[in-house]
């Protein structure tokens, strides 16, 4: 297999989704690092903690490297990399390779203290956030009609009593 | 809101009142939560920070509390105001230093303030005088009950609050209380105490948070656990140390004055003496020779001078303050030259030290 980018031997194999579309992506070393898919050593200004508990968890499982949030587009190399999560969905998209670093940080995984008076638990996303999240994705392919679509009904959504 | 104004006052968390205020300046308690329908801070766009920042002050300023939130856009202050604001601790220094659109919402008593756009889209804080981390929690509780009401919280079954960072993840909440421990320092039993406070999960750090130096002998204890335990477990585990805490550096403190009551007093004496009549002095040498002053105070080696005097030399010598106090810009040297000027006129009607 070669590279997307320049023809080379692929080395590094992830998988993107993109509006909702499976991409497979190859590329050699040198060709990741320009697109920033392989995790750096080391880089300041980060939660240190979390940094340090994320790269020595190392029984991930392995298609935890090629996924990224449809939400965001946060990808776990990227979580890895710099410590925080880009939205709440990462919480569920990388739950099976946040449970380990949690544990480490909390020892415990558990939630069992305060709880919103209203449902508001991500497990059940309500419209508005799905058309956010829609939103986002139309931006981010620079579908502005779609996005315009998108943004009256949140608009609307949110204006009504 | 005016803060030229503020800088003349005092938040009352200097006050020097509230239960064992002798030895715990103060107490503060936050928590970190984010709106479901947005990306974290670090991914979100200028335009959806704008709009978090709409949704997030329109609900502070509208809930009704005994005195009303007063919204600053941090984002348009100097520099200098943003560092006055850290120094105040009434926002952190990564919100001072941060990039974007962010603002902060404070009431006149200083004592809750809240925070849009930080590495969460909301923070809210409750910081008291003494010894009072449950009344800083239910004060917060309140007012996150009353934005709940409006906003969607991002919040999962399984993680609870969800926060950018995973280290805050589940209540969000961080309990601080800081304490003054002079004595403990002194006779080098500090480190002891803080070996056994990492062992049950709780963090030590400097006056200003993270990273910073125990400068002026003053440190925060604060939990490290945010998730797996209840709010109220977490207090717990705050509530079971801290009074034994307070207990050893009385004990420590009697102890010097029964065995050497005159090194003691040498040493608070001197360290007076310098802060009346000095015509230079860093901040890092202020803060500890306030301290030896402020424990001096509490043993009556010095007499008619106030806790609450020191307590507000100690925040009116940071470098913003001063600078605010002056009313322009200082270099380095130029703050020292200002702060020994400052400190001797604070001083200059002020009792000797006691014989």
Not at chain 1, 34 to 57: C, E, Y
């Amino acid at each position: 297999m070669t590279c997307d980018d320049c023809g080379q031997p692929a080395t590094v194999h992830t998988l993107e989704v993109v509006g909702g579309t499976k991409q497979e992506i190859h590329l050699c070393r040198a060709c990741a690092d320009k697109r920033n898919l392989i995790p750096a050593g080391k880089s300041p200004n980060l939660p240190a903690v979390v940094q340090k508990i994320a790269t020595s968890v190392s029984v991930l499982p392995m298609d935890m490297a090629k996924i990224r949030c449809p939400d965001c587009g946060l990808s776990y190399m990227e979580f890895r990399k710099h410590g925080r999560l880009g939205c709440p969905n990462d919480y569920l998209v990388f739950r099976q390779a946040l449970l380990p670093i949690l544990d480490r940080i909390h020892r415990g995984t558990h939630h069992t203290g305060k709880q919103p008076a209203k449902d508001c638990r991500i497990e059940k996303p309500d419209e508005i956030y799905r058309l956010r999240c829609q939103l986002r994705q139309a931006v981010l392919q620079e579908d502005f009609e779609q996005a315009a679509k998108f943004r009256d009904l949140i608009r609307e959504r949110e204006t009504r009593p | 809101m005016n803060l030229d104004e503020f800088a003349t006052r005092n938040g009352e968390w200097l006050g020097g009142s509230g239960p064992d205020s002798d030895i715990v300046i103060s107490s503060r308690l936050r928590v970190a939560r984010n709106l479901a329908d947005f990306q974290f801070c670090t991914r979100a766009t200028e335009s959806e920070r704008r709009e978090i920042e709409a949704i997030l002050k329109r609900c502070a300023t509208s809930i009704k509390l005994a005195e009303p939130l007063e919204y600053v856009d941090v984002a348009s202050l100097s520099q200098l105001d943003r560092l006055f604001l850290v120094e105040r601790q009434l926002i952190s220094r990564e919100h001072a230093n941060g990039t974007g659109c962010r603002g902060a919402a404070i009431t006149a008593r200083e004592d809750i303030s809240l925070m849009f756009n930080e590495e969460d889209h909301l923070r809210i804080q409750c910081i008291r005088s003494g010894y009072s981390i449950r009344q800083c929690w239910e004060v917060v509780d309140r007012i996150d009950d009353m934005i709940e009401e409006q906003v969607r919280y991002a919040f999962s079954e399984e993680f609870g609050y969800l926060t950018a960072c995973p280290t805050n993840v589940g209540t969000g909440i961080r309990a601080s209380v800081m304490l003054h421990l002079p004595a403990l320092a002194m006779t080098k039993q500090i480190d002891r105490v803080f070996r056994a406070l990492q062992k049950i999960q709780l963090a030590v750090r400097g006056l200003y948070g993270e990273g910073s130096q125990a400068s002026g002998d003053f440190y925060q204890i604060s939990n490290n656990i945010t998730l797996g335990k209840t709010e109220s477990e977490i207090l717990g585990n705050i509530e079971q140390v801290v009074p034994q805490i307070v207990q050893y550096e009385r004990s420590a403190r009697t102890k010097l004055v029964e065995e050497s009551r005159e090194t003691l007093h040498d040493r608070v004496s001197r360290a007076y003496g310098i802060l009346r009549t000095a015509q230079t002095i860093s901040s890092e040498e202020t803060m500890h020779l306030l301290s030896s002053v402020r424990m001096g105070v509490n043993l009556d080696l010095i007499e008619g001078l106030g806790i609450e005097t020191i307590n507000d030399l100690f925040i009116h010598t940071q470098p913003a303050h001063l600078q605010k106090l002056e009313g322009q810009l200082l270099e380095s040297e130029e703050r020292n030259v200002a702060r020994a000027r400052y400190l001797r006129s604070r001083l200059a009607n002020a009792p000797e030290s006691n014989n």
